[in-house]
């Protein structure tokens, strides 16, 4: 079951596609968080 698509009405509702698209940004910012090194520790 496509829960976005249910509440929005369907996966090409203009609301569906944007909560799509701000999945699909925060995976790509979260790939990146990959490969940061990580703050030193005092």
């Known amino acids: 079951f496509d829960f976005v698509a249910g509440i929005f009405g ?3 509702a203009l ?3 944007i909560i799509y698209s701000i999945v699909g940004i925060a995976g790509i910012y979260s790939i ?3 490969f940061r090194e990580a703050p030193a520790a005092e």
């Open 10 to 12: 369907g996966v090409d």
């Open 15 to 17: 609301g569906s596609r």
């Open 32 to 34: 990146s968080l990959l």
